[in-house]
Every structure is written in C-alpha cells, then in structure tokens.
C-alpha cells in the first residue's frame, strides 16, 4: 500500500517560514509525480504547488508563487514544501499527493488527477 506522510505543520506568525515534508518509499519516490495542495478553513481544496517526477520541472499556484519552493530529495525520498514569507491567508490543511507518471511527464495540477494522499498537516499563520 502507498503511503505518503507529511509533516512539518505548526502554528507561526506572519512572515515566519516553514517546510513541510512529504515522506513515501523508495519506490514511490522514484517513479511518482507529487503536488502539494491545501484547504483554508470553510473552502474548497486549492493547488499550491507541484513537481515532476524527474524533479526538473515544478509548477506554482499564482498566490504562493516566489514565497514557496517545492524540491525533491532522492536520499531521503521526500518531497517539501518550502514556505517563506507566509501570510494569514496561507491558513489551511496541506496535503501532498502523487501519481506514477512516466518520467518525462510534466507537474500535475488537477487534484483529482492524483491517485494518492497524504492525511495532511495544518498550517496556521497568525497576523
């Protein structure tokens, strides 16, 4: 069975960064596209950010774009999620998901597109 584990969450104030982990196995790792997503309280689930499973190609949700960075490691076959500068508005439940792709495929954005998830961490920024 896949699993995806996250961590990293916590409670911060504005301005402050995080990094948020994405755990899986060696295998997973290796031959999955991964994205981070995240639902503010009372909203609808959003894309924040993806890679691709070569790792040489990333995509970014408008809103987080130049404050978040997703990157992969291979030694420890983990994907993060790099916050920086965050807002109040980053408020929100984060997941990470993947999906097996061939290698050359590109980032994925749709969430539904994922076949995998992670049971998500909470992010809270206070002002």
């Known amino acids: 069975q896949v699993q995806l584990v996250e961590s990293g969450g916590g409670l911060v104030q504005a301005g402050d960064s995080l990094r948020l982990s994405c755990a899986t196995s060696?295998?997973?790792?290796?031959?999955?596209?991964v994205g981070w997503f995240r639902q503010p309280p009372g909203q609808e689930r959003e894309f924040v950010a993806a890679?691709?499973?070569?790792?040489?190609?990333?995509l970014y949700a408008d809103s987080v774009k130049g404050r978040f960075t997703i990157s992969r490691d291979k030694a420890k076959n983990t994907v993060y999620l790099q916050m920086n500068n965050l807002k109040p508005e980053d408020t929100a439940v984060y997941s990470c998901?993947?999906?097996?792709?061939?290698?050359?495929?590109?980032?994925?954005?749709?969430?539904?597109?994922?076949?995998?998830w992670g049971q998500g961490t909470q992010v809270t920024v206070s002002s």
């Open positions: 060696r295998r997973m790792f290796s031959e999955h596209a």
């Open positions: 998901a993947s999906k097996r792709t061939i290698l050359t495929a590109p980032p994925i954005v749709q969430a539904d597109s994922y076949d995998y």
């Open positions: 890679i691709s499973r070569s790792g040489g190609d990333t």
